[in-house]
């Protein structure tokens, strides 16, 4: 945790450590695993609330925890740009981070691969091997896909490549 931010370390040991190591197809091991993602995520949706910093829901999108789906959020100027957020877990996970889908961003910015993945390739994957089976679904939210929106939100709205749900002004109006 040598150089980053006072408040990225103290929300980083607030989230529970994950001890389970175990993927999809490993039966009874991967429903431990599963328990201990959802009390990280509790977790650190909660210390979220408490600090007025709420800003994703997520939750589960099949039985078998492999697929996740839900809402992120980011304010800028005082607006809340509102995303799809979905991912699937991989077979080889937790050795392999999942990759965060946000959809409807696909093609808007270059830190982004087919389909609306996030590129976490330089700052995230090796954070997350070094990591595993520690670091989990809170841990990538956390360290991955916020700081992702906090660099790239601001640079597609000014570039006007994202634009807030309320604006109804077209090029007409101009």
């Given at each position: 945790?040598?150089?980053?931010?006072?408040?990225?370390?103290?929300?980083?040991?607030?989230?529970?450590?994950?001890?389970?190591?175990?993927?999809?197809?490993?039966?009874?091991?991967?429903?431990?695993?599963?328990?201990?993602?959802?009390?990280?995520?509790?977790?650190?949706?909660?210390?979220?609330?408490?600090?007025?910093?709420?800003?994703?829901?997520?939750?589960?999108?099949?039985?078998?925890?492999?697929?996740?789906?839900?809402?992120?959020?980011?304010?800028?100027?005082?607006?809340?740009?509102?995303?799809?957020?979905?991912?699937?877990?991989?077979?080889?996970?937790?050795?392999?981070?999942?990759?965060?889908?946000?959809?409807?961003?696909?093609?808007?910015?270059?830190?982004?691969?087919?389909g609306g993945k996030i590129c976490l390739t330089v700052h995230f994957k090796p954070l997350w091997a070094k990591n595993c089976?520690?670091?989990?679904?809170?841990?990538?939210?956390?360290?991955?896909?916020?700081?992702?929106?906090?660099?790239?939100?601001?640079?597609?709205?000014?570039?006007?490549?994202?634009?807030?749900?309320?604006?109804?002004?077209?090029?007409?109006?101009?």
């Amino acid at each position: 945790m040598e150089g980053w931010d006072p408040n990225t370390k103290s929300t980083l040991t607030q989230i529970p450590l994950l001890t389970t190591k175990a993927g999809p197809r490993d039966g009874a091991a991967w429903t431990q695993r599963l328990k201990e993602e959802y009390k990280a995520l509790i977790a650190y949706t909660g210390m979220n609330k408490s600090n007025d910093n709420d800003w994703f829901r997520i939750s589960a999108a099949n039985p078998e925890g492999t697929r996740w789906t839900g809402k992120c959020w980011y304010v800028y100027n005082l607006l809340k740009y509102e995303f799809d957020l979905q991912f699937d877990i991989p077979v080889t996970y937790p050795a392999t981070a999942p990759e965060l889908e946000l959809p409807e961003l696909d093609g808007k910015t270059h830190k982004m691969y087919r389909g609306g993945k996030i590129c976490l390739t330089v700052h995230f994957k090796p954070l997350w091997a070094k990591n595993c089976p520690r670091f989990g679904i809170a841990h990538a939210l956390c360290l991955g896909l916020a700081p992702w929106l906090a660099a790239e939100v601001p640079i597609l709205v000014d570039s006007g490549m994202i634009k807030h749900k309320d604006d109804v002004s077209t090029s007409s109006d101009l």
